[in-house]
């Protein structure tokens, strides 16, 4: 079931959205326990991860420099706890700079945009020809017959450049391709 996830910080979304890029990955699960001990110590981790091949990972999201001594008991306690009952447990401390500015822009190309079909089709001929007049370009776009006189302004041609992004959704991966882990 496809719905949003109510996440408590950035860190818990970058999380998310790292997690959700891995093609292994079935399920995310926000709060999904409280963790208690006998001696009074309560823990809700931020996330709970299931793998197609059934393997389940609870996580908490807290950068490194936030990690003090009541998180470190707390972390400590919820991984014998994962642990006792056969799950994993991990502290998520954030991607570097570059890593997440790639994977905030990589997300974006998640589902393929809405368009006009004038609009594919005319990229499709664009990318096709690698080339195209202005006039050609409106006419196709526009759906304008050849038999009409069209007033273009004198623009040189258009090449065709490659957009970062544009054709993802259309390419499935290889089945040789593998999903970068961190």
């Avoid at 931020?46 to 001594?69: K, M, S």
């Avoid at 707390?74 to 991607?95: H, P, T």
């Avoid at 594919?120 to 006039?135: E, F, H, I, P, Y």
Wanted: with cysteine.
């Amino acid at each position: 079931m496809k719905r949003v996830l109510p996440l408590e910080s950035g860190l818990e979304f970058e999380l998310v959205l790292w997690l959700d890029r891995r093609s292994d990955v079935e399920c995310l699960v926000p709060q999904p326990c409280r963790i208690a001990s006998s001696e009074g110590v309560r823990h809700v981790p931020d996330l709970l991860e299931r793998r197609l091949d059934g393997t389940v990972t609870v996580w908490d999201a807290r950068p490194t420099e936030r990690q003090d001594a009541e998180f470190l008991s707390q972390a400590a306690l919820s991984e014998k706890a994962c642990n006792a009952v056969g799950l994993a447990y991990r502290v998520f401390d954030g991607l570097t700079r570059v890593e997440s500015q790639n994977l905030r822009w990589v997300s974006g190309y998640r589902r393929a945009p809405s368009i006009r079909s004038g609009v594919r089709n005319c990229m499709a001929l664009v990318r096709k020809d690698g080339w195209m007049s202005t006039t050609g370009i409106a006419r196709q776009c526009l759906g304008i017959p050849s038999a009409v006189p069209i007033a273009v302004p004198a623009f040189p041609t258009l090449a065709a450049l490659p957009i970062p992004g544009a054709d993802c959704w259309n390419r499935p991966p290889a089945p040789n391709q593998a999903v970068a882990d961190n």
